[in-house]
């Protein structure tokens, strides 16, 4: 394998309601972050797993995925951004691309991670996993009034895993001053082109109590 995974785990969890952090919550009676990092070291172009955790709960973590896959662990920060950061500065030169994958999409299957991996091998600096937005879209102003109705066919969500060639990931994550909510944005702003490739369904991002109910679901299907 060439790909470093850098899995942002740090988060709370806030809107998932009062419990530990989001990542250390149960799914059918597994920690989502054990769910995920099975499914990362089941990509055959993975080489090196590092997980951004909740600074209190490193060495839990450490004992959570001994017996799932080899992994480093370091303490995430208070953004996103810096939890991406304390991972990335631990992952070795020689591992040419990095994809970033929130744990929280936990049921990401090994097909994404090695489609994105693919297409940063094929050339791309920056690879975003992606799905049409379902949902008619509005534009309103302050007053909750409608000003227009936007182009869907235009208009992606964005998934993780996020791929990179690494040299470019760390360049926008230095450039980048202000906080971004994904990695591939900060590569935006470098000016570099960002490709976009399908993504999943059961990708879906554990956010919401409804969630984890539509993920205890997803986990009864057969696999992908
Ligand atoms: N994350 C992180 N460090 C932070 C904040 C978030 O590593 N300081 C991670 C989360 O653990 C998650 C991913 O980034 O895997 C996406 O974040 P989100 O879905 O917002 O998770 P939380 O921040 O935990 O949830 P909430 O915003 O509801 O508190
Ligand atoms: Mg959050």
Do not use: N, Y
């Not at 690494?166 to 001053?177: E, K, M, N, P």
């Amino acid at each position: 394998g060439d790909v470093a995974v850098v899995v942002p785990a740090a988060g709370a969890g806030l809107r998932l309601g009062p419990g530990a952090p989001k990542a250390l919550r149960l799914l059918e009676g597994e920690p989502l972050l054990v769910h995920a990092v099975r499914r990362i070291a089941a990509a055959p172009s993975v080489a090196m797993i590092v997980i951004a955790a909740p600074p209190a709960d490193v060495d839990a973590v450490h004992t959570l995925l001994a017996d799932v896959a080899p992994v480093t662990v370091v303490a995430g920060g208070a953004e996103r951004q810096e939890s991406v950061a304390a991972a990335l500065a631990v992952v070795p030169p020689e591992l040419g691309i990095v994809l970033v994958h929130d744990a929280a999409r936990c049921l990401t299957p090994v097909s994404v991670f090695e489609r994105v991996a693919a297409t940063v091998r094929d050339g791309a600096d920056a690879v975003i996993p992606v799905l049409p937005v379902v949902d008619t879209i509005k534009e309103v102003d302050d007053t909750e009034t409608v000003l227009g109705t936007v182009d869907r066919s235009a208009l992606r969500a964005v998934q993780t895993p996020q791929g990179f060639r690494a040299s470019v990931l760390r360049a926008a994550h230095a450039a980048a001053a202000d906080s971004h909510t994904d990695d591939a944005g900060a590569v935006e702003k470098l000016g570099l082109p960002v490709r976009c490739v399908p993504g999943s369904d059961l990708a879906l991002k554990i956010t919401r109590p409804m969630d984890m109910a539509v993920a205890a679901h997803l986990l009864t299907l057969p696999a992908p």
